[in-house]
Nanobody
Framework: QVQLVESGGGLVQAGGSLRLSCEAS????????MRWYRQAPGKQRELVAH???????NYADSVKGRFTISRDNAKNTVYLQMTSLKFEDTAVYYC???????????????WGQGTQVTVSS
């Protein structure tokens, strides 16, 4: 089994910054990619950013130039640095990991529990 633990959410004024972290632990053999999603009240969950374990990153148009996803392979941790935050960035942010686990090795994906980000206007 694998667990994802997110941290770093909170309340921030518009224009401010936050950094989210998501650490994966458990019977991990290798991580393929990790993603950050968000879900605002009454809206569908949307993909915010994605990074492969060799460092290739992609972003939703709505956060390009403001958010940066990065990873620490040694710590099995992914980060989301959020700057120039806007009211519309308010949401619960979730991380997701695509990885190989266990023995015999198998592919699986896991979600974190979510962390609330609230941007006051």
């Amino acid at each position: 089994q694998v667990q994802l633990v997110e941290s770093g959410g909170g309340l921030v004024q518009a224009g401010g910054s936050l950094r989210l972290s998501c650490e994966a632990s458990g019977s991990i053999r290798s991580i393929v990619a990790m993603r950050w999603y968000r879900q605002a009240p009454g809206k569908q969950r949307e993909l915010v950013a994605h990074i492969t374990w060799d460092g290739t990153a992609n972003y939703a148009d709505s956060v390009k130039g403001r958010f940066t996803i990065s990873r620490d392979n040694a710590k099995n941790t992914v980060y989301l640095q959020m700057t120039s935050l806007k009211f519309e960035d308010t949401a619960v942010y979730y991380c997701k990991a695509d990885l190989f686990e266990g023995a015999p090795m198998r592919f699986n994906n896991y979600w974190g529990q979510g962390t609330q980000v609230t941007v006051s206007s």
